[in-house]
């Protein structure tokens, strides 16, 4: 899957929980959400790209998400 696509994915993710008054619980649905639907390829694709700082695309609050709880990501 091409990786532009799965930060576009990833955002509109984000802008579900986003609005979920908990600010932590939101960000671990997030994480949560792309752990259980997302296949490992495509889990190591995105983190690549924000490894690499390829992540300009990524909003602020998916990219604190996955910073924040990228452990329960299992990667």
Known sequence: MDANNLMKMANQIGYFFESMPDRDEAQ???VNHIRNSWDP???????????????????????????????????
């Open 41 to 75: 390829r495509m889990r190591k694709s995105f983190l690549s790209r924000i490894d690499t700082k390829q992540d300009a695309m990524l909003t602020d609050f998916v990219k604190n998400a996955i910073t924040t709880h990228r452990a329960l990501l299992g990667q």
């Open 28 to 30: 671990r649905g997030v």
